[in-house]
């Protein structure tokens, strides 16, 4: 039998931990009104890309899988992740959201430490902008 110290490492690829850390955050911004997260039952029903926009404040379109880099040096990982947020919402609230459960999802499938996760908002949804073809169009704009 070969010693531990001898056998070898796991390494997880950096894509890997990108990976788990978009589905985090798509988890982590599917919230109820309440603020209770329903991650559990979002992921065994992978809903994939459907919000509920009328707790969040997300869009269909915002619904877009979270775009998460990540950098990994032997067990701690730096996470970067990009999400698209309907408006108006608490930005900052969606922010930490994400945070948290991006380090506590990675931390917890990985057994990496995540002392960095830098979340942008790469995109801020305005409903009414979100259907142009539903707008009333006026006489000037119909083409005869």
Request: proline share 4%; charged share 30%.
């Amino acid at each position: 039998m070969v010693e531990p110290g001898e056998r070898g490492a796991t390494r997880i690829a950096d894509r890997v931990v990108a990976k788990i850390a978009s589905q985090a955050a798509r988890e982590a911004l599917r919230v109820d009104g309440t603020g209770a997260a329903d991650a559990a039952a979002a992921a065994a029903a992978d809903v994939a890309d459907v919000v509920d926009t009328a707790g969040v404040g997300l869009t269909d379109a915002a619904a877009a899988s979270p775009h998460a880099v990540a950098v990994v040096r032997g067990d701690v990982a730096r996470v970067r992740v990009a999400v698209e947020l309907g408006y108006p919402s608490d930005i900052g609230a969606h922010c930490g959201a994400v945070r948290r459960h991006v380090i506590e999802r990675v931390g917890e499938l990985t057994g990496m430490e995540v002392p960095e996760v830098v979340v942008t908002v790469e995109r801020l949804h305005v409903p009414q902008w979100e259907h142009p073809e539903r707008r009333v169009r006026r006489g000037r704009d119909r083409v005869r």
